[in-house]
């Protein structure tokens, strides 16, 4: 037979595109979701950070900074690896890289609890910032704790 270039790559399309449509497109290799922040405190230069399994010591950590004023922004941290993240948030007002009074973090390092672990592609993670408050205040809030949260070592 002798086909025309045109019609071998029509026959091709014909082969191969409805094989191509019926592979699933490739996941998004980001997590996002909205952060909030109590009293209308503007989340503005808060670092989101994604720790790969709960790891915040390893070099695949992965962030992203709050660049708009507003109590309450949307976030996406992108390329990000296989295995599901803990995502926390920290705003450093004092810039000392130490969770302490008048700084904002997410309820886990609050609390110092572990966040749950998140996998690659979801959409919908919800944080919130809580102000730290000095130890003997009486507003209700946990105080800094007396050592640091493993991602606060990042």
Not at 50 to 57: L, S, V
Not at 58 to 76: E, L, M, P, Y
Not at 99 to 119: C, F, M
């Amino acid at each position: 037979m002798n086909f025309k270039h045109t019609t071998v790559t029509a026959l091709l399309s014909l082969a191969f595109g409805p094989l191509a449509q019926a592979l699933p497109a490739a996941l998004p290799r980001t997590i996002s979701g909205t952060i909030t922040a109590a009293g209308g405190h503007s989340v503005k230069d808060t670092v989101v950070i994604a720790c790969p399994k709960g790891d915040c010591d390893s070099d695949a950590v992965k962030g992203a900074v709050i660049d708009r004023d507003g109590a309450k922004v949307n976030f996406t941290i992108q390329d990000l690896g296989d295995g599901p993240y803990a995502i926390y948030a920290v705003q450093d007002n004092d810039g000392d890289e130490e969770v302490g009074a008048g700084d904002w973090v997410d309820r886990n390092l609050l609390t110092q609890t572990p966040a749950a672990l998140t996998q690659v592609g979801a959409a919908n993670v919800k944080l919130e910032l809580l102000e730290v408050r000095p130890a003997g205040d009486t507003s209700g809030r946990t105080p800094p704790a007396a050592t640091p949260a493993p991602s606060q070592q990042r």
